[in-house]
């Protein structure tokens, strides 16, 4: 009896083993969906490229998935409503297909996913020939593109909300190395909810290309979608800053609704 019950256990254990295996090579469900649009060439480039590097190796050891465009020739709304998160990475808002903004639209107003913004979503004005994205002047707090320090500069952020989850974890200053800050024709306070500004009498080398009040991160309450602008963007440099890279971070997942 005992002899008989150890074969078939020894016949049960091969197909055990199997069935882990097979267990083994199925796919894993990712937490989320995130898409990044990015543009393909320029001189943000290089940080376009750096990101990606980064992002890939967050979405894998998070569990998330994360694909890639660049440009919004497949935005409409069946596409987007695959993601739970939209990363608009160094992209300006112009140029976009009517099918793109109409869904874009749609997916912030709704809360149909976050978006996180980086630099070039605030190049808001007439560029290249195409005027300026109505809603999406809305969304980003009635600002136009003014002016930037071509030469760049250095300076120190300051935290002005630090109970936010985007900041957790994010020094109350932290310094940006390589930038070329941006000014617009008016603060963007009045219509969001700033979450940090740069100084810009810390400027090196000085610069007179100054605002007076310049958030630099914020979130607009007013869209049921969970958003939040990073003008920070422009050099690669900035995945060398764990400051930056934990504010990147904390954003994805806030943005995302995944703690």
Same mark, same amino acid.
């Given at each position: 009896m005992f002899?008989?019950i150890?074969?078939?256990i020894?016949?049960?254990?091969p197909?055990? =083993?199997?069935?882990c295996?097979?267990?083994a090579?199925q796919?894993v469900k990712?937490r ?5 649009l990015?543009?393909n %060439? @320029? ?5 376009s490229? =750096?990101a990606?590097?980064w992002?890939?190796?967050?979405a894998a050891?998070?569990s998330?998935?994360i694909d890639?465009?660049n ?9 987007l409503?695959?993601?739970q998160?939209?990363?608009q990475l160094?992209y300006?808002?112009?140029?976009? /297909?009517?099918?793109a903004?109409n ?7 709704e @809360? /149909? %996913?976050g978006w996180i @913004?980086?630099?070039h979503a605030t190049l ?7 005027g300026l994205w109505?809603w999406?002047?809305e969304f980003?707090? /009635?600002?136009?593109f003014?002016d930037?320090?071509?030469?760049f500069?250095? %300076?120190d952020v300051? &935290?002005?909300?630090?109970a936010?989850? &985007?900041?957790?974890?994010v020094p109350?200053?932290?310094?940006v190395k ?5 000014t617009?024709?008016r603060?963007p306070?009045?219509?969001?909810? &700033?979450?940090?500004s740069v100084?810009?009498n810390s400027?090196?080398p000085?610069?007179? /290309?100054?605002?007076g009040d310049?958030?630099v991160?914020w979130?607009n309450?007013?869209y049921?979608?969970r958003?939040v ?5 422009h050099?690669p440099d900035?995945?060398?800053?764990n400051?930056?890279?934990?504010l990147?971070r904390? =954003? ?7 703690p």
């Amino acid at each position: 009896m005992f002899q008989r019950i150890c074969r078939k256990i020894l016949l049960f254990i091969p197909i055990m =083993a199997g069935l882990c295996s097979l267990l083994a090579m199925q796919p894993v469900k990712p937490r989320f969906r995130v898409l990044v649009l990015a543009e393909n %060439g @320029g001189h943000h480039i290089a940080y376009s490229k =750096a990101a990606r590097v980064w992002l890939d190796k967050l979405a894998a050891d998070s569990s998330f998935a994360i694909d890639y465009i660049n440009n919004t020739d497949r935005i409409d709304s069946v596409f987007l409503a695959q993601y739970q998160l939209f990363i608009q990475l160094d992209y300006p808002p112009y140029a976009w /297909k009517p099918a793109a903004v109409n869904a874009f639209e749609q997916y912030i107003s709704e @809360g /149909k %996913g976050g978006w996180i @913004g980086f630099h070039h979503a605030t190049l808001l004005g007439e560029f290249d020939g195409y005027g300026l994205w109505p809603w999406f002047y809305e969304f980003m707090g /009635k600002i136009r593109f003014k002016d930037y320090i071509a030469d760049f500069a250095a %300076g120190d952020v300051h &935290v002005e909300d630090a109970a936010h989850p &985007v900041l957790k974890g994010v020094p109350a200053v932290f310094n940006v190395k390589t930038e070329e800050w941006y000014t617009y024709d008016r603060s963007p306070r009045s219509s969001v909810h &700033v979450l940090a500004s740069v100084d810009e009498n810390s400027y090196q080398p000085a610069s007179e /290309k100054k605002m007076g009040d310049h958030p630099v991160i914020w979130t607009n309450t007013a869209y049921k979608a969970r958003n939040v602008y990073i003008f920070m963007g422009h050099s690669p440099d900035l995945f060398e800053n764990n400051a930056y890279l934990t504010l990147f971070r904390n =954003a994805i997942f806030w943005a995302a609704g995944k703690p």
